[in-house]
């Protein structure tokens, strides 16, 4: 939906699934995400997007055998106590068993892991052997269904491309941080990074000095960044602020004036001092036309909110430093956290912050459809619009603090009686935790099956009854009560290990199951046969295959595109798929010769 291109043009818009679609003639072959948050509508969909598929896929059978087998190449780093899974996702268990592996848990002592990367390896369908590319992405935006503004970098692979300093030492520091660092996403995080030393990408238009930074405590990454935002005026665009950092930054840039600084954020907890060193401006509540404001909260893809964190600095007579970063204008943000930054110099005229800034004259103002500006999607705010925000009280912080970096295992026992063993394990003493706080798990999906832990030393531990072929996933549940507080509901990824019953093969049977009736026409269309006019005894006409030997003869169409696609370059991931989408069928007749049908084709490649 790209109308026109530009420095910070709110039309340049894309979304997550437009950059997980891999080019033409490619798949993807592996992938790691970072974030601070992962929700399971994320989680469930990243390997549909991969796949080049939309999210209402993944009720059907060719979407669940894509994300069985997306969801094994694809390492989500998240921080672990920030993963939401809400209870409406009780009823879809064998789903969120599919990809649920996928999660790893990421966490830094005393601050928060906070980078917002992805790194995706695509490999071509069509040459022998396949040829491998990257597609880097530097972006502000949480693995989660948020509609907030947002700023992303896409950096694709290019021969004749730049080489991005910093990008594989980025990306193989990335190991340090997973909780389990025996976990095969730290190996990856290694082995992309050793990948990457030589590899060049695609420049950005108008943007040279490329580099890409990874933050954290003990690394002079940081600061190094911050020495480079230097210039006649500063624009810095965060939603969260600290006075202490603006005053430093303020101290470096901007010509010592508040009229060559800006500064556009969310109007909560906007100390009142800034408004000393800054103009301060948020994004307007109209930033995106619509016919009908009042009812705007409904509308589809309308973006809400401020979540970008962009710094510009330009000067005079030189050109303009550009930061895009997962940080925001805090202290945590720069000196605590592990943070991700891209940086880049642009000489245009374009990216001087005077221009960007510039307010249209009012006699050239044109319809609200029209072409708009950076500027032209804020308003200004006073120091009487900033509201407090809510704060979590200090109990919940060290809490939350503990089990991010904590690591979940759920033990099943044979028995009798069945068990489900839940052992948290801490890195270290938790010397901040709480006194009297409650603590209570259950599998996520059934709420109604808790029990107790109890804190002992660096660990915790409880057991539950369970009855067998029960659907768990990885993923407990915490519910942890404090005083009169509310309780707090927090969502760990846990290995399951021990006598289990019910596992990934399982949940893939069950929801190829399910989604039995519309798989002969899915077969159809993933073969590209259409139109078909002749139906099996039981099924409505046009939407299977004829089968061979039946009514009507044989069905070549289809017999020649499996042929051609089990003998093609890509043969072992085309058989995969289609073995995924047969898994759940049951034992009749019609289902047998199908079987069977697919048996020979798969022997015939061998």
Known sequence: MVKRVGPLDPYARSTLRDVLVPPDGYQLENAIGTAYSL???????????AAGMAAEDCEKSVGIAKIY????????LVQGDRIAISKRWAGSRPLLRLV???????????GSFHPKLLVLQFSSTDQQ???????????????????SWDSVVVLDQDPSGVLIRGLAETVGGLAQFVNDSSHPAASRCRQFGRSLKKVRFQPLPGVTDLEVRLFHQGSKNAHEVLQKIKGDDLLIISPFVRQK????LASQAGAGRRDHRWLVTRPVDVPATAFDSYQVFQIADAAVPTHDLSDASDLPGRLVGLHAKIYLASTNKGGTRIVVTSANATPSGWTRNVEVAVTGMARAKAFQIPNLLAERDAAEERD????RNFRSLLQEISVSAVEIGEKDPEWIKNVRSALAGATAVGTVQKGPP?????????PSVPSDWPENVRVTMHPFGYGDRCAQLTLRESYMRGSLEIEPGIELTPFAVLILAHDDDPAVEIVLAMSLQGDLDWGRDDARATL???ARPKLFSELLWYFGVRGQSRGLPGHPAGKVPVRPGGPGGTHLPILEKVLLRVHGPNAQDEIETIDSLLAGLSNDAEDARLLALWQLVKESSR
């Open 39 to 49: 929700d399971a509508e994320t989680l469930i969909t990243v390997p549909l997007f």
């Open 69 to 76: 087998d997306l969801g094994k190449r694809i390492f989500l």
């Open 100 to 110: 649920a592996d996928a999660v790893v848990p990421c966490s830094v002592r005393d």
């Open 129 to 147: 052997p396949a040829k491998k590319v990257f597609r880097v992405v530097v972006a502000t935006r949480n693995l989660t269904t948020d509609n």
């Open 245 to 248: 950092f603006l005053e430093d």
């Open 368 to 371: 609200p459809g029209e072409e």
């Open 418 to 426: 069945r068990t489900l063993e839940v052992t948290v394990k801490f």
């Open 512 to 514: 190829a199951r399910a």
